[in-house]
Each structure stands twice: as structure tokens, then as C-alpha cells.
């Protein structure tokens, strides 16, 4: 054998075979079932891989190894940084694959269908990336119904969007394809173009409950809203939000690709939860998103309390409810200060810089929040260091609130609120911030109605930022309309400690 030269190329030729072999005492071969399969793996990884080393302290301490480190190398480690995460072996490859399964089943790989043919009792399909992604693909295969639909994107662009379902689950299709639908245009329009020309999703069966985006191919999991019933018009659309998260993702972790350093993660998990709650404001309304906004807190909040180690901040995050939960709130309460546009645009920036780079340096969690440094002005540059780099929280309450009929409709609210950030270090040990006032939501709401679809819908009668200092303030305001409730932060777009407290019922005298 001859040592192999920087430029080389070498053809390989992998046999790869799976077996079960009996039945296991825990878990069970998910890979293939009856009438499909999902197969990521099966073709063997380049070097070492440290991923797979035990993990837990405790069995580590048992086998007398070394605590292994938790966090991966900093921002600006040159290695890291020519590092992508998904994937080591390889930077942007090209993609081809030739697969077969069985006559009665459809099988997909990432790239576009060059051709489809049988041969004996095998049924064929030759597929062709043909502009370079990450080496991170799937093989899924079942007995598949197919709806067609198509995109057109801003600039006229079409999109194939293809809905791989099991041919009795077609209750939810509407809401897959909206989001689609939606999604390419939206995020197309405002973060730089969809990168293909087609974007697939596969259902696949319930034994895993999770959706994960390859190039322009998402299989997702029964369980996750096929056949779910969402006759109540109340009911959280999960399927719109989740099949959003995951489209976002053809931007957020395909065209920019993370590297591999400290916190990196979040250009892909949190900017595509970010995106995905966006896409949903933009159906159901801003002044709806307290459930979704409070969903993500509560989720942070729990987090954070079950960590077992310490609790990174933001910009270094390593855990799923820092990146999803606490991601999502802290960008989308940055757009909320700073202004759709220049969220927007530092998005649309930071794309432009990192996206589709064939070669490295791969972006990390840095490189966005210096975009997102850029367009945030002076006066809320508070708001940025005290998301990404210090564990920040609120406590925030409204104490009492009380409203005299002053005219015809018309009454005036008087509020008294508390009001206080604190600092939280790794270990959760928490001191009072010391600092002069932030801007934070003073709200007044007639009562909840419902919109002409069924569903409850919040009535406004004021939302605005005030400056709000620390300890007591009382607030007084007039608004036109009965007023039922009134507080701080009412949708909860802050990390406050207890998110119930921040509104009260109106007392009118
Ligand atoms: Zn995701």
C-alpha cells in the first residue's frame, strides 16, 4: 500500500450488512420494519471518534478514566473552526445514490430523481445532489402515497414540494403543506434564497418521535401530528410549527454549517426554533404568541433546573434547552426590541457572509451574535450581553391594579409593579443586577374573545415599553375599553422567574 497524498483520490468500496440477531433484553432494531425502513448509517466514519466514548462521570470514574471535557474548543480555535459539527469527515461533498428496495416501496436519498427503473425483483432510483452539501444523508424507503404540490419562490424560482405519507394518514396534509408553502417564501424573502429545487417530507413510524432535515429531505415521525386531531381550533399547531423548525434548517444548519466550537449549535437549533416561531406569529397573530412564548420559557426554566453540571451562557450553549428554549425566547425578545427590519437584516447579513461555504472558516455562535451586535443600538446593547454572554433573569409581578371610569369607555389604570433582573453564575447562585431602568412591557387587556375561526384571541387595549426600574413603580394609563387584566411582560417575552405573577385582574372602583 502506498500512503495516500493531500489531493489523492481513492475509490472505496464499502459492503455494509445490518442484522439483528434474536431478540434483545432493551431496545429493538427500528431501522426496518415491515413495510419500510430509515437507515442513516451504514457507511463507516473516517478516524477516531470521541462521540462514542462512555460519557457519564460516574462510569467514568468507575473505569478510571479522566473526566472527559464538556465543552468544545473555543470560538477562535483554528482547528474548530475549519471543523464542521454534523459531521467531521468531510467538508461540502457531492452527492449521488443509487438505491434499491422493494417493488411495492418508494425510496429516497437527498438530490433529485434522475431516473426510476426495475430490474428482477428490485425497484431502482438514481438520485443526484448537484450542488455540493454536507456529508449527511438518509436512506428511507415504505409503501408511500405521495401529494404533489409546488412554491413559487420571491424571485420567481419554483420549488417541487413533495409529502411522502402512509396512504391512510392524510388527516394533516393542509397544515404540512401550508407551512411549506409559507416557510420557502418567507424565509426565502427574508433570510437570502431556498438553496434547491425541491423540498420533500417523509413520514416514518412512531417508534422514534423526532423530525430531522437533511438536504431538502425531512423524515418525520408519525407521532408528531399525522394523525393527530386538531378539531379544537385551541390546539397548539404543532405540526405548522415543527414542520417549520425544520424547513428552516435548509438555511439554518445547510446553507450556514455550523463549525465546531463552543455554542455553535445555536446558528442552527436556535435560529431555526426562532424562525419557526416567527413563521407562527405571522399566522396566528402577535398578540397570540404568549402560549408559544411561555411554552419555551417554562421549558428553559425546567432545563436549567434539572441541570445536572453547569449552565453555560448563550453564547458557549451545549444543552438542548439552551439552544431551542432559551434561543428562541432570547432572539425573538431581541427582535422585539430592536425592530423586525434590523433583526431581519442582521440575519439576512450574517447568511450572506457564512452561507454555502464550500471552504472554511465555518461559522460559529461569534460570527452571528457580531451581526447581531452591529445592528442593535446603543441604547439596548444591555439587552445583547445580558442574553448571550450572563444567565439573566427577571422578577416580575404586578401587584395591584386599579381602574376608575374616567368618561364615556374610558378608564384609568393605575399599576403597581415590581420589578428586578437578576445575575445567576454556572451553579445557579443568583445576585441582584444593580442597574438603572430596562424597557419592558406595560399591558392592559379588555377580555378574550374569539377570532372567527374559534379560537381565543387576546384583546390589547395597551402594549407599550416603558423603562422600568428596579423594585416598585406605579404606572398610570389611560385606555379606551373595559379593561379585565394588566401587568408587566404580559406575553412573556422576558426569562422571568415566575411567569404567572405578571398580571392581575382589574379592580375598577
Ligand atoms: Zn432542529
Not at 467531521?88 to 433529485?112: K, R
Not at 416557510?183 to 427574508?190: A, D, K, P, R
Not at 447581531?372 to 446593547?381: E, F, M, N, V
Amino acid at each position: 500500500p502506498k500512503t495516500m497524498m493531500p489531493g489523492d483520490t481513492l475509490q472505496m468500496t464499502m459492503v455494509s450488512e445490518v442484522t439483528n440477531s434474536g431478540f434483545p433484553n432493551s431496545g429493538f432494531g427500528r431501522e426496518l420494519v415491515y413495510n419500510g425502513n430509515f437507515f442513516s448509517g451504514g457507511i463507516p466514519e473516517m478516524g477516531y471518534d470521541p462521540g462514542a466514548e462512555i460519557n457519564s462521570d460516574e462510569d467514568r470514574r468507575k473505569y478510571d478514566l479522566p473526566e472527559k471535557p464538556e465543552d468544545l474548543p473555543p470560538h477562535d480555535d483554528p482547528k474548530g473552526q475549519r471543523t464542521l459539527l454534523f459531521v467531521d469527515d468531510a467538508d461540502l461533498i457531492d452527492f449521488e445514490a443509487v438505491v434499491s428496495t422493494v417493488p411495492s416501496q418508494i425510496a429516497v436519498a437527498p438530490g433529485y430523481l434522475q431516473k426510476e427503473w426495475t430490474e428482477g425483483d428490485r425497484r431502482y432510483f438514481h438520485y443526484i445532489q448537484d450542488t455540493p452539501i454536507q456529508s449527511f444523508f438518509t436512506f428511507v424507503s415504505a409503501e408511500y402515497e405521495v401529494l404533489k404540490d409546488e412554491a413559487t419562490l420571491p424571485d420567481g424560482q419554483k420549488v417541487a414540494i413533495e409529502i411522502f405519507h402512509h396512504p391512510k394518514h392524510k388527516y394533516n396534509l393542509d397544515r404540512f403543506l401550508q407551512s411549506y408553502k409559507d416557510g420557502l417564501t418567507y424565509f426565502s424573502e427574508t433570510y437570502g434564497n431556498f438553496q434547491f429545487r425541491q423540498m420533500r417530507l417523509l413520514e416514518f413510524p412512531r417508534y422514534a418521535g423526532f423530525a430531522q432535515s437533511f438536504p431538502n429531505t425531512v423524515p418525520f415521525s408519525e407521532s408528531f401530528g399525522w394523525v393527530a386531531d386538531f378539531s379544537d381550533p385551541n390546539d397548539f399547531d404543532y405540526v405548522y410549527y415543527v414542520t417549520g423548525h425544520e424547513l428552516a434548517h435548509q438555511w439554518w444548519g445547510h446553507q450556514i454549517t455550523p463549525n465546531n466550537t463552543r455554542g455553535s449549535n445555536l446558528t442552527s437549533e436556535a435560529l431555526a426554533e426562532f424562525s419557526a416561531l416567527i413563521l407562527t406569529e405571522r399566522r396566528y397573530g402577535k398578540d397570540n404568541m404568549k402560549r408559544f412564548l411561555k411554552d419555551e420559557l417554562d421549558d428553559y426554566l425546567r432545563g436549567r433546573s434539572n441541570e445536572g453540571k453547569k449552565e453555560n451562557v448563550f453564547i458557549n450553549c451545549n444543552r438542548p434547552y439552551q439552544w431551542y428554549n432559551k434561543g428562541s425566547l432570547i432572539l425573538y425578545g431581541l427582535r422585539d426590541l430592536i425592530g423586525e427590519q434590523a433583526m431581519d437584516s442582521a440575519l439576512h447579513k450574517f447568511n450572506q457572509e457564512f452561507g454555502l461555504r464550500e471552504e472554511p472558516p465555518f461559522p460559529g455562535s461569534s460570527d452571528l451574535y457580531k451581526h447581531l451586535k452591529a445592528a442593535t443600538p446603543d441604547s439596548l446593547q444591555y439587552y445583547l450581553d445580558d442574553t448571550w454572554n450572563k444567565i439573566t433573569l427577571y422578577d416580575n409581578r404586578a401587584e395591584t391594579v386599579e381602574a376608575r371610569k374616567v368618561g364615556d369607555e374610558e378608564y384609568e389604570i393605575t399599576l403597581k409593579i415590581r420589578s428586578q433582573k437578576l445575575y445567576a453564575d454556572e451553579t445557579g447562585k443568583e445576585s441582584d443586577g444593580t442597574y438603572e431602568a430596562d424597557y419592558i412591557d406595560i399591558g392592559v387587556f379588555a377580555a378574550d374573545d374569539q377570532d372567527e375561526n374559534g379560537r381565543d384571541r387576546v384583546n390589547p387595549l395597551y402594549l407599550e415599553k416603558h423603562r422600568v426600574k428596579p423594585g416598585e413603580s406605579t404606572i398610570t394609563i389611560r385606555v379606551k375599553g373595559e379593561p379585565e387584566k394588566a401587568g408587566i411582560d404580559p406575553y412573556n417575552k422576558l426569562i422571568d422567574r415566575i411567569p404567572d405573577d405578571n398580571t392581575q385582574d382589574v379592580d375598577i372602583g
